[in-house]
């Protein structure tokens, strides 16, 4: 596997479910990010991790928890979630912290029922 | 509101022919920006950046122009290809800060007919 992979690809939860998403990087980069596309909307940035250190929530609801056991892999623990928090989550990955590009994966479309 | 505003939600254009994305930005701590492409059922990838310090970048058939005094920077493909067929985020950052954040605009999807 190359690049920056996400699993599930798509995923449909009631609102009081508890999922994951999953990103995992094969890069060798040191940050990783997530960000939310809500139809319409610029891509919003949710959560940065540098070296596995979350540098970075974004004013995120609780009800989204993300965990970063290493610098290759980035999860997205969703609990009581709202339909309104239907959207593409994408996770991305960077050599650096600072400016560079950031390599983003397929992303996981979310359905909230 | 937006920092980052991609005013054209979509755009047509004949194969062989130009294609101008256009993208406009208030703040002007803003050094450095990017273009992505998003093919459907895919991540944005990666297509060509510009700092601050040219007001011009080529890359093969993609050159994105920047425009300090206006705010404003385009992306031109030429020639278009059905292939290029796409949605085009442009993104900006304050670089020069050390920032990470990127703010992207909310996209223009381009068509390019055969």
């Known amino acids: 596997e190359t690049g920056v992979t996400q699993t599930p690809r798509h995923l449909v939860m009631g609102m009081t479910n508890k999922k994951s998403l999953k990103c995992e990087q094969h890069?060798?980069?040191?940050?990783m990010y997530w960000y939310k596309q809500s139809a319409k909307k610029p891509l919003e940035l949710m959560f940065v991790?540098?070296?596995?250190?979350?540098?970075e929530n974004n004013s995120v609801p609780s009800r989204f928890s993300p965990e970063c056991p290493n610098s290759s892999h980035l999860f997205l623990h969703l609990h009581t979630l709202q339909p309104e928090d239907s959207a593409l989550y994408l996770c991305?990955?960077?050599?650096?912290?600072?400016?560079?590009?950031?390599?983003f994966g397929p992303g996981t479309r979310l359905l909230v029922l | 509101d937006q920092q980052v505003k991609q005013n054209s939600p979509s755009l047509s254009v004949q194969e062989g022919r130009i294609s101008i994305l256009n993208c406009d930005y208030t703040n002007s701590m803003f050094d450095y920006f990017l273009w992505y492409k998003k093919y459907p059922a895919e991540g944005p990838t990666f297509l060509i950046s510009?700092?601050?310090?040219?007001d011009k970048n080529e890359d093969g058939r993609f050159t994105v122009f920047l425009n300090k005094s206006a705010k404003h920077l385009s992306l031109h493909i030429v020639p278009s290809q059905p292939g290029d067929s796409a949605v085009y985020f442009c993104a900006a950052s304050d670089y020069t800060s050390g920032t990470y954040k990127y703010i992207f605009g909310t996209g223009t999807r381009l068509k390019v007919l055969a």
């Open positions: 890069l060798g980069h040191n940050a």
């Open positions: 991790y540098n070296f596995k250190e979350q540098t």
């Open positions: 510009i700092s601050s310090i040219k």
């Open positions: 991305a990955s960077s050599q650096e912290l600072t400016g560079g590009t950031q390599y």
